[in-house]
């Protein structure tokens, strides 16, 4: 059973699919910030939590874009949001959002914290 399901994005073709949907969450996270921008003295905009590790990194709208480095140097696939009240998650590989797979389809009137 799939962990996630692609999120419908307006602005992306419809139809999108990801062969990542299975990755569960990895161990609860034990930082509370983006690794690399606590080292060098960073900052960051929003996290998000690799799901094949537990990296903690910060989003492409942050200076490091550290979650996106994580991928391209480990190849690991998904990393999802680890801000409150955010349910989601991206595909590199796929360029897809994911959301949990139990979730219903969101309200397209409510556009939940997202990085991009």
Do not use: F, I, N
């Not at 690399?36 to 910060?58: R, S």
């Not at 942050?62 to 996106?68: D, V």
């Not at 959002?97 to 979730?103: C, H, N, S, T």
């Amino acid at each position: 059973m799939s962990t996630w399901k692609v999120r419908p994005d307006g602005g992306r073709p419809e139809g999108r699919r990801c062969a990542h949907l299975d990755r569960a969450d990895p161990a609860p996270r034990t930082r509370s910030g983006c690794q690399e921008c606590e080292a060098d003295g960073g900052h960051w905009t929003h996290l998000l939590l690799c799901l094949d590790c537990g990296h903690l990194g910060c989003c492409d709208s942050s200076p490091g874009r550290h979650a996106t480095a994580h991928y391209e140097a480990t190849g690991h696939p998904v990393a999802r949001s680890a801000e409150r009240r955010a349910d989601w998650a991206w595909c590199y590989v796929d360029e897809v959002y994911l959301r949990p797979a139990g979730d219903p389809d969101p309200d397209p009137g409510r556009d939940s914290a997202r990085c991009e």
